[in-house]
């Protein structure tokens, strides 16, 4: 999933892509370089991000999507809103990201059940501008697993099909650098959830505490790409990612190595 963010104030590109002609540009550029979907977000979630009015959300977000379902490129909203996703959906979206996971909006199960669509139902806390206030857990693994089981629960009966959901742990939403590494590192006791999941690491803070201080965001790409491997052989679905390319290639690393796991076929006449 190819990072697009429709913004002037994300942490990740600060706003580079907030032109209509730039922003198609760069996620004609993912797609052909690999990406799966364009994830197309007009609201910054960076810690501390006020949020912003649905009508200059859809403003910053329908014209490019339309654009790229015009070039027959798939595409996902990533928005809180319900009326941004009925919106995207009505513009041709084939995905929901809500990094509230329908919390935020409860107009969003209602709408996910009627449409039929694929949701990415996120664990979340709280809004951007009070969540780190929020990352107290007593086993962050168990807790976010215990959490997001409720939220699919809450899901179901509101009557989106179980086979739609797909599961994000919330890196860097209301969490540390080490419950960060804590969910990475125990991905597969979530995935007993028997749900598909989404990893979004992707230039996150936690991956700077790694670089020297000042490093660009951008210098995040590599522990990036790295994780995208580790969490591939972890078995999640997808990964979200601003460097589709240099995640391509750390992918196609780790499928070479599983290929070199295979046992070697014999020789004709090498016997049993």
Known sequence: MGVLNVTPDSFSDGGMFHNFDDAVDHAVHMFESGANVIDVGGE???????????????????PVIRELVARDIPV??????????????????????????GLADRGMP???????????????RGHSAT?????????????VRNELKHRVAELIVAG??????ILDPGLGFAKTAQHNWQLLGRLRELETLGHRMLIGASRKKFLGELLPDGAPTSDRDPATATISALAAESGVWGVRVHDVAGTLAALE????????RAPA????GSGR
């Not at 910054?44 to 329908?62: C, F, H, I, Y």
């Not at 009925?86 to 509230?100: H, K, P, T």
């Not at 209602?110 to 979340?124: N, Q, S």
């Not at 969540?131 to 807790?143: H, S």
């Open 44 to 62: 910054s979630t960076r810690p501390g991000a006020e949020r912003l009015p649905a009508d200059k959300e859809k403003a910053r977000v329908l």
């Open 76 to 101: 996902s909203i990533d928005t809180m809103n319900a009326v941004t996703a009925a919106a995207a959906i009505e513009a041709g979206a084939a995905l929901v990201n809500d990094v509230s996971g």
């Open 110 to 124: 209602r709408l996910i059940a009627e449409t039929g669509i694929e949701y990415v139902a996120m664990h979340w």
């Open 131 to 143: 969540m780190d206030n929020l990352a107290v857990y007593t086993d962050v693994v168990r807790d």
């Open 160 to 165: 989106v099909r179980p086979e739609r959901i």
């Open 253 to 260: 690393v780790w499928e070479a190595w599983n290929a070199g």
């Open 265 to 268: 076929p014999r020789a004709l």
